[in-house]
């Protein structure tokens, strides 16, 4: 749902319960503005929940090449190589 819709559900349902005062037979437009706001609430935490658990990847980088040890069966060892290339000027 995202930031922005949870906060328009939340806008559009506190109107439809506080401002409105129509009269439908069959639709309690107070009740609807309620659920709007809660659903807007939960849409929002919901939201939150998800940007604050992928803020918590941590990616480190080493100079030192990774030495990674094969499965038991093969005796061989797998080493990872890394190499920064830089470009001459201005950083970015």
């Known amino acids: 749902m995202g930031i922005g819709g949870s906060i328009f ?3 559009v349902g506190a109107i439809l319960a506080f401002a ?9 437009l107070t009740t609807v ?4 706001m809660v659903a807007g609430a939960f849409g929002l935490v919901l939201t939150l929940w998800f940007w604050q658990s992928r803020r918590r990847t941590v990616v480190t980088r080493s100079d030192d090449p990774a030495v ?3 499965p038991v069966e093969t005796d061989r060892v797998v080493e990872e190589q890394y ?10």
Not at 21 to 28: I, K, Q, V
Not at 33 to 36: E, I, K, S, T, Y
Not at 83 to 92: A, F, H, K, N, T
């Open 9 to 11: 559900l939340i806008a």
């Open 20 to 28: 409105v005062e129509a009269e439908l037979g069959f639709l309690n």
């Open 33 to 36: 503005g309620w659920v709007l």
């Open 68 to 70: 990674v040890a094969a």
């Open 83 to 92: 190499r920064e290339v830089r470009r001459p000027g201005r950083p970015v």
